[in-house]
């Protein structure tokens, strides 16, 4: 791994000679924080796609198609990263067209019209997937008290005051190099040769350096409820955890495995296996810079829902009395260890590895760093983190037949269940 400053461009990159494709990533860090509309990240990611004065948006896509490889963008709540992978041989082109996208789409006006229309669409789908929405109205209601509820999609209302002036101004203030990293990651003499070529895809020198607000929500616990005449009642049920780079974060994700993280986990196994009341039921954790969260998110049958929760409070009550031993610790670490070493056979996946180590810790580290500090979590590190969550400071959002209620005080709701 390696880490190089071309002008105020942080580039970072991973050689390896099995790989036989490369992935070029190209890191934004620009998230919600720094929206004064809503939804403009995610829409001028969708608009880097829509053409440059190079290549028109079908040229784009036969390009990448023609060269066997894949192109595609996220924005999360504190970066948009864009990206292609292809064959290793094809490095170069890919390098030209990635670059181009981020830098010099056109943002025409006929095509942000269009493109308003298909943001609208994803926005119908999650309205109309529960499973999805009911994680989108967790972050609403639980972070309701700063920006970081805000949704990444935007709204109908303020993709309605989505233009190219605001776009423009949008992406000339902070789409900066000092913002922007690089990450490459794939044979030696492919990445060797893109290192070499950044000064000529990147050319422009810094100009300022914008001002990025770090986003520090507060929380805030109650229980919104949507009625839904669906099948099932999917549900989120979530806590504050830790920050990226917090000292914790690995215990948390311990405990979350635990929690709901395998097929063996204690939701799965007393949820599905045991009383085969859903199909999906799990437990994920998320950090971000200044924050992060552990959620327990299931769809169950209807009749269901309030007899799941009620077993989840029993096994958060049993693990404070009991806690877990050194054997089911010991697997759980073997698990997330097994999983990072799978999770990084790709070219792709090492690229964001790559990035993701250098947007929040400004460094990159090594594996046997990580791994050791898996295995440095105690016994005492996931009592400490079980003992610390109270079930009267989680955030609950159900869709389903149920009752609505907005913003209940999730105190009421624990009480209305009978232990």
């Known amino acids: 791994m390696q880490h190089i400053d071309c002008d105020g461009l942080s580039v970072v990159t991973h050689s390896n000679d099995h790989f036989r494709s490369v992935s070029i990533g190209i890191l934004v860090r620009v998230g919600l924080a720094q929206e004064s509309i809503g939804g403009e990240a995610h829409f001028l ?3 880097c796609f829509k053409g440059t004065p190079n290549y028109t948006a079908k040229a784009i896509v036969e390009l990448v198609d023609n060269m066997g490889g894949y192109i595609n963008a996220m924005t999360d709540r504190e970066y948009t990263l864009y990206y292609i992978t292809v064959p290793a041989d094809c490095s170069e082109t890919a390098l030209a067209l990635i670059s181009d996208l981020v830098l010099n789409s056109t943002l025409s006006d006929s095509d942000i019209e269009k493109e308003r229309q298909v943001v609208l669409e994803e926005i119908n789908m999650v309205n109309d997937s529960p499973e999805d929405l009911v994680h989108e109205l967790w972050y609403n209601h639980y972070w309701a008290n700063s920006l970081f509820s805000n949704s990444i999609l935007g709204t109908p209302q303020t993709l309605g005051r989505i233009n190219a002036l605001n776009l423009r101004d949008f992406r000339n203030y902070y789409w900066q190099r000092s913002q922007m990293i690089v990450s ?19 050319p422009t020198p810094p100009t300022s350096k914008p001002i990025l607000d770090s986003l520090i929500p507060d929380v805030a616990p109650t229980c919104t409820a949507i009625h839904k005449e669906t099948e099932q009642t999917h549900f989120c049920l ?32 007393e949820i599905r296996e045991k009383r085969g009341w859903a199909y999906s039921i799990y437990s994920a954790c998320s950090f971000y810079e200044a924050t992060g969260s552990l959620v327990i998110s299931g ?71 990580i791994l050791d500090t898996i295995d440095a979590v105690q016994l005492d590190d996931v009592q400490r983190i079980i003992n610390s969550i109270n079930l009267n400071q989680a955030g609950l959002t159900a869709i389903g037949p149920v009752d609505s209620y907005y913003q209940t005080p999730i105190e009421s709701v624990w009480a209305s269940i009978a232990h």
């Not at 504050?240 to 196994?269: E, K, N, W």
């Not at 209807?302 to 050194?326: C, H, M, W």
């Not at 670490?333 to 090492?350: M, Q, V």
């Open 238 to 269: 979530g806590v504050q955890s830790c920050a990226y780079t917090h000292p914790d974060r690995h215990a948390f994700s311990i405990l979350s495995t635990v929690l709901g993280g395998t097929m063996s986990s204690r939701l799965f196994q």
């Open 299 to 369: 769809g169950v049958s209807n009749e269901q829902y309030i007899p799941t929760l009620s077993v989840i409070r029993t096994l958060f009550s049993d693990l404070k009395t009991n806690g877990i031993d050194a054997d089911e610790l010991s697997k759980v670490k073997r698990y997330i260890k097994g999983s990072f070493a799978i999770n990084l056979e790709t070219s792709t996946s090492w690229m964001m590895f790559l990035v993701k180590s250098w947007l929040y810790y400004g460094h990159l580290r090594p594996l046997t760093h």
């Open 45 to 47: 990611e969708h608009m």
């Open 184 to 202: 490459i990651a794939g044979p030696s003499s492919s990445v060797d040769t893109l290192t070499g070529l950044i000064p000529i895809y990147f």
